[in-house]
């Protein structure tokens, strides 16, 4: 007998497709659409004029600010390197964030864990204690902070290592800083990650630690990336903590370099270096977040899908 073959359905067009779309998102999906477009000009848009005004010379920055160079201003990028000593001041940033990013999220991650997984007496006093951290104003911190690590400076054999105009004094102040949320989102996270295979483990004769390092630590990969993805960018940016804890200018981080170029000279700056040392600032952050940027939304969205 035989067989007939049926037609495939036919494809609609883009418009009937754009439409139905459309229809499906209703008024609140366009809105929230258009609101993200919006958000992603202003995000966008200011990044690649600093882009541009990184190669152009100062005529062409305050006469010309919309318009591509006529020629690019390498030299520009040059002057911030060596006579801004943006160099040196980015190699501080590396190793200061390096190491604070280390200890934030080794300390945080223990801490969380703890404080998720072992019910205990004060837990829950504890947790809010670190969540209270999120709502402290930390511009009200600033000269308190500022004694503390002065007398931490007096302590005897470790106190010049960990005193004012020392990077691993900033390094202690930064993990501190950035505990709160590290505590909140891991905590948060390690509650939903299963019991079943850290018992299992417990029955085998794995120890607490093996257990956390070995089989929880690798289960929270995609926060554990997450956050420290956001901790890097925070302690990459921070100002004020590096402003009032290292006044010595060979200890420099790379935002402090950046402001003395703008303040050194008042109206007389170096604009095209300034420009040049901002672009130094924003690429290796925005290399390393469109490099993690598909680990950063699954660690988001991976507590809300277990």
Request: net charge positive; no cysteine.
């Amino acid at each position: 007998m035989p067989t007939t073959t049926q037609a495939p359905p036919e494809v609609p067009s883009r418009r009937v497709a754009r439409a139905e779309r459309k229809r499906r998102l209703g008024p609140l999906g366009v809105l929230t659409h258009a609101t993200l477009g919006i958000w992603t000009l202003l995000v966008t848009v200011p990044i690649v004029w600093t882009f541009l005004a990184s190669v152009k010379s100062e005529d062409e920055i305050f006469g010309h600010a919309w318009s591509l160079p006529v020629s690019p201003q390498w030299d520009n990028f040059a002057r911030a390197w060596e006579q801004a000593r943006i160099g040196q001041y980015m190699l501080n940033s590396v190793v200061v964030v390096s190491f604070s990013t280390f200890g934030t999220m080794l300390v945080g991650s223990m801490a969380a864990y703890v404080l998720a997984r072992y019910p205990f007496r004060g837990n829950r006093a504890i947790y809010l204690l670190f969540v209270s951290g999120l709502a402290f104003p930390f511009f009200l911190a600033l000269t308190p902070l500022f004694f503390v690590v002065q007398n931490m400076g007096n302590v005897p054999v470790v106190g010049p290592f960990i005193g004012l105009n020392t990077h691993a004094g900033a390094v202690l102040v930064y993990i501190a800083y950035s505990m709160p949320f590290t505590v909140f989102f891991l905590a948060a996270f390690f509650r939903t990650l299963p019991t079943a295979v850290a018992e299992a483990a417990m029955v085998d004769g794995a120890s607490h630690t093996r257990v956390f390092f070995q089989i929880m630590l690798p289960m929270a990969k995609p926060g554990i990336v997450s956050i420290t993805i956001f901790n890097i960018l925070g302690q990459w940016n921070q100002y004020q903590i590096p402003l009032i804890l290292l006044q010595d200018r060979e200890k420099w981080v790379l935002t402090q370099g950046i402001a003395d170029i703008s303040t050194a000279a008042g109206y007389d700056a170096d604009w095209a270096a300034l420009f040049a040392a901002l672009t130094l600032a924003i690429l290796p952050m925005l290399v390393v977040y469109t490099v993690f940027q598909r680990q950063i939304q699954s660690g988001l969205t991976a507590g809300a899908l277990k």
